[in-house]
Structures are given as C-alpha cells and as structure tokens.
C-alpha cells in the first residue's frame, strides 16, 4: 500500500524551529522527486521546498530562503524539512508530495502522491 505520513508538527513560538520527517511505504524513495507543500486557512496550496530524485537540485520559495532545509535519506525511505527561524506567516498545513520522475517544478499539479499532512502553528 503507498503510503506517505507526516510527523513533526505542532505550537512553536516565533524564533523557533521544528524538523518534519515524512515516512514512505510502499515506495522506493530514491525513484522520486518529493517536495513539502503548505496550506495556510484561505489560501492556497503552495510549494514550500522539492529536491529531486538524485538530491541535486532543489527549489525553495523565497519566503522560506536561508530558513528551511529540505533532505532525504533514501535508505529510510524518509524526507525530511528543517524549519528554523519560524515566523507567524509560516502556520499552516505542511504536506509532503512525491513526484514520478525527474524535477521540474515545485507546484502542486506535478505531484501524484500526497500524505495527509501534519500543522504547524507559529505563535506566542
């Protein structure tokens, strides 16, 4: 059964930080492209961060430059984002996604695999 399931999240204060891994069965990490998307209330869902299947190219949205990092590690079959410097704007819905193939961009139409998401709250 392919299954991705994110773990990590939860209340933060604003400064702080917070490492979300996501698990994959059913996959063979290494053949895909993955990426972290996140949903905030009345937006949109947009593309945090991908990296593609050999770990060479990566993407960030300027909004989280300089603060997160994406990895994986495929002999876990886990990815993984490094959130530092958390601010308010950063509270949403964190998703990971997997790509068949190569990367091209990290927007949510290219990928095919979703997990259910894990919350991230920002606040004081």
């Known amino acids: 059964q392919l299954q991705l399931v994110e773990s990590g999240g939860g209340l933060v204060q604003p400064g702080g930080s917070l490492r979300l891994s996501c698990a994959a069965s059913g996959f063979t990490l290494a053949y895909y492209t993955i990426g972290w998307f996140r949903q905030a209330p009345g937006k949109e869902r947009e593309g945090v961060s991908c990296?593609?299947?050999?770990?060479?190219?990566?993407n960030y949205a300027d909004s989280v430059k300089g603060r997160f990092t994406i990895s994986r590690d495929n002999a876990k079959n886990t990815v993984y984002l490094q959130m530092n410097n958390l601010k308010p704007e950063d509270t949403a819905i964190y998703y990971c996604?997997?790509?068949?193939?190569?990367?091209?961009?990290?927007?949510?139409?290219?990928?095919?695999?979703w997990g259910q998401g894990t919350q991230v709250t920002v606040s004081s």
């Open positions: 996604a997997l790509k068949s193939g190569l990367f091209r961009r990290c927007v949510e139409i290219e990928y095919d695999y």
């Open positions: 990296m593609g299947r050999s770990g060479s190219s990566t």
